[in-house]
Each structure stands twice: as C-alpha cells, then as structure tokens.
C-alpha cells in the first residue's frame, strides 16, 4: 500500500493507484514537509500558542550549520538558474524571468517531496489519521515550512506553491475538466487556499499580501488563526515523541538519481546540481528517529507523479514532474496566451 500525491493515470513504473487516474497530464501540485524551509533557524510566533507549546527549534551551535545548509541550498538554486540561460526553453529571457521560472519549479517540486516525506511520517510513525490523510499531509508540510523559515526565498516556496495550484485550477477550467469531487485530495482552489490561510494564520501582517493576492476574504481571515493554532498544537504533540536528539545517530536514507533521456535529461541533471533529494533526506533523518532505513529517488516514470510507498519503503519521485511544473508556468503563469493541448 502506498500514497499517491497526483491524480493522474496509472504508471508504467507503478507510482500511482487507479483511484488517482485522470484523463490528462495532471499536475503533481503536492504540498509536505518543506525540507528546505525547515533548514532555517526560527520558527515564526504561533498566534497564541504559549511558548512552551509551540514547535520545537534548533538552539545554539545547531542552529548555524542550518542556517548554512539552507543558504547553501538557495544559492545553489540560483546558480542553476545562471546555468541555464543558454538552454533552447529559456534563452533570452531576462535573468529575473530565468529566475521565476526556476524558483517556480524548484519550489513546487520542493513541496512535492516535502508532501511524500509528510505520508512517509504518518505511515512510519504509525500516526492516528483523523479525517484525510491527503489533507493532513497538506497541513504537515505547510506548517513545517512556516515554523522553520528565514530567507525570503523560504516564503517564496510557499507563495509558489499555492500559486501552483491556482494555475492548475485556472488550467482545468480552460481545457473543461471536470470537477473531481470524489477524489482523495481536495480540490485544488482548496489546497491553494489552504495554504494561505495557514500563512495568514501564523502572521497576520508578514503574509497579509499574499492573502490579498490571493483575494482571501476578509470575514475568513480571523478563524485563519484558529486553524494554525489548532494544526500546530496538534502537529507538535504527535511528533515529539519521534524527535531525534543532537546524541542519537541519524537513520540511513539511500539516494538514487535514475537515468533520464531526452528533454528530462536537463531536469535531471539539475535536480542532481542543487542536490534536492540529499537536501531533503538531510533534513528528514536529523530531524526524527525513523523506525528503519529507507529510500528517496528521482526516476523517469512516463507521466508526472510521486509516492510514497509502504512495502519497500521508497519515496519516488519523477522526473516529469519538473516538466509539467515548466509546461503550466510557461503557458499560465506569464502573459502568452495558453497554446491548446492534446489531452492523453
């Protein structure tokens, strides 16, 4: 058994369920444990949780290689996007054009792993699941990233990927899909929301312009607050057992970086560049104490998708993914008019 963070069709590489099918490329718009917003040092205040009950932070020396990790990914991200101007999709934009897109990727697929991590903690924790679990999953990784960020671009990766799921939206409405209320995940104007009401909710005024972007109502942003206070409270309690301390040895996470052909070579080669799945296993296996080793791969797959997967203890990740967050910025994000798509 296993989770599927997508709806989309049943892989070659058997990544996702047929419960998740949908009739097109479907946008892998995940949102979990934000490994590399977790890298900062200071979690933000939660609105009135006592000091005491709110997340637990690094202190002291720990602190600082952090930090240093987290900088170290972020200027790694901004080298790639130097790195890329000659590629054939992306000369001749500006270099703060080349860097939208590459932070709109990168930050989208930052929040795909960061959700398979959050399945990947629930099934190996054996967490009580109260309600969905691919909403919880969602809650997981938004509160990670807004009780561990420092860096502008930290934020940024949450703005990203609520405005990815908007673009998804947007992109439905426009080919004339249909809604897929049945569905294990919510519907992707929700989980966009969710994420800025969980922003706003943790600070009212630091997030207050992407709520306005986002065109939150006024009347829901007060039980905004509620929310986040509720989720963290909750969230923290369950995961202080399985906290790692600075003396217990850190579990053992396999990295695999599968072949890639093709226009996936690129992705690939940029995700082995910025080192993203050494970033996120750093994260996850100094953070908690894991019952057993596992695995966490990027590999070509056929269609976009990830997973989590029980059995074998394996998160993939595919490659595609990076593709289709490419192909919905390019035709949503900017101004050109979306160009028709043959659905699949």
């Not at 992306?90 to 990168?106: W, Y």
């Not at 509160?143 to 405005?163: I, W, Y």
């Not at 989590?308 to 998160?315: F, S």
């Not at 993939?316 to 192909?327: A, K, M, N, S």
Request: hydrophobic share 40%; aromatic share 8%; glycine share 6%.
């Amino acid at each position: 058994m296993g989770f599927s963070l997508v709806r989309a069709k049943p892989l070659s590489c058997a990544l996702l369920t047929a419960s998740e099918v949908r009739s097109k490329h479907r946008l892998c718009l995940p949102y979990a444990l934000l490994f590399v917003l977790a890298l900062g040092t200071k979690p933000l205040v939660a609105q009135g949780i006592p000091r005491d009950q709110q997340p637990v932070q690094e202190r002291g020396a720990d602190a600082h290689p952090r930090q240093a990790q987290s900088d170290a990914f972020e200027a790694r991200i901004h080298e790639l996007a130097r790195a890329l101007a000659n590629q054939p999709r992306l000369k001749g934009l500006t270099a703060q054009e080349r860097q939208k897109r590459v932070e709109f990727v990168t930050g989208n697929m930052i929040f795909v792993g960061a959700h398979e991590l959050g399945h990947a903690v629930i099934s190996e924790m054996d967490l009580p699941i109260l309600g969905r679990e691919e909403d919880m999953a969602d809650v997981f990784a938004i509160l990670a990233g807004l009780n561990a960020v420092k860096t502008d671009f930290s934020l940024r990766v949450l703005e990203h990927a609520a405005r990815g799921w908007f673009l998804s939206a947007r992109r439905d409405r426009k080919e004339g899909e249909t809604l897929d209320y049945y569905g294990r995940h919510g519907l992707d104007e929700q989980r966009a929301y969710h994420i800025v009401c969980l922003m706003i909710g943790s600070d009212p005024v630091k997030f207050k312009s992407v709520a306005d972007e986002a065109k939150l109502p006024e009347i829901r942003r007060p039980s905004c607050g509620w929310d986040y206070d509720a989720a963290t409270r909750s969230w923290r309690r369950v995961l202080m057992p399985y906290r790692r301390a600075p003396d217990q040895p850190k579990t053992q996470i396999e990295i695999i970086y599968g072949p890639a052909e093709g226009i996936l070579a690129i992705y690939a080669q940029s995700f082995r560049d910025i080192r993203f799945l050494e970033t996120l296993a750093d994260h996850a296996s100094d953070q908690y104490v894991w019952p057993a080793p596992f695995t966490m791969e990027m590999r070509t797959c056929g269609e976009p998708g990830a997973r989590w997967t029980i059995p074998t203890r394996r998160l993939h990740i595919c490659y595609e993914l990076g593709l289709e967050f490419h192909e919905l910025y390019l035709e949503y994000g900017t101004n050109r008019k979306p160009s028709k798509r043959k659905k699949r």
